[in-house]
């Protein structure tokens, strides 16, 4: 009987421990940011390939012209 008690006691201190709360808090929090990010570069990834494009072209026609 006594060990039944030593299991109830030990199952109710890991159920009023919080000290793993924190860890989960930042790790969520974690990637949310590398998710964010991640969506910002895919969505800048059309907005710097145009404008390599565009340079690329002026540095065509330049040296086009000075040849």
């Known amino acids: 009987m006594e060990e039944?008690?030593?299991?109830?006691t030990t199952?109710?201190?890991?159920?009023?421990?919080?000290?793993?709360?924190d860890l989960i808090e930042y790790t969520l929090l974690l990637?949310?940011?590398?998710?964010?990010s991640?969506?910002?570069f895919i969505s800048a990834?059309?907005?710097v390939s145009g404008i390599w494009t565009s340079a690329n072209t002026d540095l065509a026609n330049?040296?086009?012209s000075a040849s």
Not at 4 to 8: A, E, H, I, L, R
């Open 62 to 64: 330049a040296n086009t």
């Open 38 to 40: 991640a969506a910002l």
């Open 31 to 36: 990637a949310f940011v590398c998710l964010a």
């Open 45 to 47: 990834g059309g907005s």
């Open 11 to 21: 199952i109710r201190r890991f159920l009023e421990d919080e000290q793993a709360q």
């Open 4 to 8: 039944k008690g030593n299991v109830m």
